[in-house]
């Protein structure tokens, strides 16, 4: 490979949430690791790879010019954007006009949820359920109504169409949101699924808030579709949310940008983001976005997602052949993997809290289902080199299941 994707970077002391946060937040950060271990991060949703070489060189380039002062969108980083969706999703319509900024994801899903909705309203998710939506639609009061995924015959994650349309009647909901592909289970939504899903949208008056943050980690043989791509209805009824962020290992730096093409949504989305006066870029996030949506940047990822892949398929099959009891399906996007462990705690008689502390004392530091609305859950982050990965499923034999 031309990247280097085995390097093991001490990250201590750096910042990082996933090593140095471990013990600091009850109830949602893991426990550090007994005497004798050193934690194995598989529980925050970034990566220990170093990011796109073409990103380090466009923030030092612009860091060079001493002056930080108020600044505006290059018309570069909405060109960029635009090749961007071409390329990645063949993204054909899109003007500078529907782009706009936003702080994070989960920002400008409240901004539009603040358009969409009462505060009270039920909002429908499928689940298992991002961490992330749990905490910021419950902080702003809205009240989540989980519609559970389920497994089919070929041990596939599928939507319940039957479950979504009655929960929508049944709680007279008008906003859904939809993480494509999905976190936490990794499925990457085909065609015919988003169109069935949107035919029901469509017959209830349904608005969609669409999470499309891993769209660029995709595994071989699948393909990621744009969400409000899918139809007419879904162009027009769609506020979709994209970052560099995952894509690229930036959360630190913030910046994530929504995709409207309805005027009426997107000049209400952009009045309620506006609101706070803090929804404002970076503009080391800009000059990032730029040097990731690069040539350069395409070819690191190209290669990224076969080193994602890889891990994901050996987590995978190594937990098929030795955990009996456990259930996994095989991921078709993102770094997660979600293990779902209540077959083996009935049989071994344990908690599922238990087995996660199990993890935990030994340095295996993944997250709590729980906080995902999977009692018996697991979620393992494997953007980690490979070796990392090895040894994490070594312990998870030798010491946890």
């Not at 030092?60 to 090749?83: C, M, T, V, W």
């Not at 989960?106 to 309203?121: E, F, H, R, T, Y």
């Not at 994650?157 to 039957?162: T, V």
């Not at 008689?349 to 697991?378: M, Y």
Request: with cysteine; glycine share 6%; net charge negative.
């Amino acid at each position: 490979m031309k990247y280097d994707f085995e390097k093991i970077f001490d990250r201590h002391g750096k910042d990082a949430l996933a090593i140095d946060g471990l013990g600091t937040i009850p109830e949602f950060t893991p426990a550090q690791p007994e005497e004798g271990f050193d934690s194995i991060p598989l529980w925050v949703a970034d990566m220990n790879f170093a990011t796109a070489p073409s990103i380090v060189e466009a923030i030092i380039e612009r860091a060079k010019h001493p002056i930080f002062g108020y600044f505006q969108l290059s018309d570069k980083y909405f060109n960029s954007i635009l090749d961007w969706q071409k390329f990645r999703n063949n993204v054909t319509d899109l003007k500078p006009e529907y782009i706009g900024f936003e702080n994070g994801v989960l920002g400008g899903v409240i901004s539009a949820l603040n358009v969409l909705c009462s505060k009270g309203d039920n909002v429908l998710l499928h689940s298992p359920t991002y961490v992330g939506f749990e905490m910021s639609l419950t902080n702003n009061g809205y009240k989540i109504i989980h519609s559970e995924l389920v497994r089919d015959e070929k041990n596939i994650w599928r939507m319940n169409f039957n479950d979504m349309e009655r929960k929508i009647v049944e709680n007279k909901i008008h906003a859904a949101i939809i993480c494509s592909p999905h976190n936490p289970t990794g499925r990457v939504w085909e065609r015919t699924e988003l169109e069935r899903a949107f035919e029901i949208f469509e017959r209830h008056n349904v608005f969609v808030i669409s999470d499309e943050i891993w769209s660029d980690l995709i595994f071989s043989g699948n393909k990621h579709i744009p969400t409000s791509q899918i139809n007419n209805y879904a162009h027009e009824h769609t506020a979709s949310f994209y970052s560099p962020s995952k894509t690229f290992n930036l959360a630190g730096i913030v910046g994530a940008y929504h995709l409207i093409y309805n005027s009426w949504l997107r000049d209400r989305i952009l009045k309620e983001s506006s609101l706070p006066h803090y929804n404002e870029l970076n503009v080391f996030s800009m000059h990032a976005l730029i040097g990731g949506y690069s040539k350069i940047g395409s070819e690191w990822l190209t290669e990224l997602n076969q080193v994602l892949e890889k891990n994901s398929a050996y987590v995978y099959d190594f937990v098929i052949k030795n955990f009996s009891g456990v259930k996994v399906s095989k991921a078709q996007g993102t770094y997660m993997l979600f293990l779902d462990c209540e077959n083996y705690c009935r049989e071994k008689n344990i908690s599922q809290n238990e087995l996660l502390k199990r993890g935990w004392a030994k340095g295996v530091t993944w997250h709590d289902g729980n906080l995902f609305n999977a009692p018996f859950g697991l979620r393992l982050s494997l953007a980690s080199p490979f070796s990392l990965i090895e040894e994490a499923c070594d312990r998870m034999k030798k010491f946890i299941f």
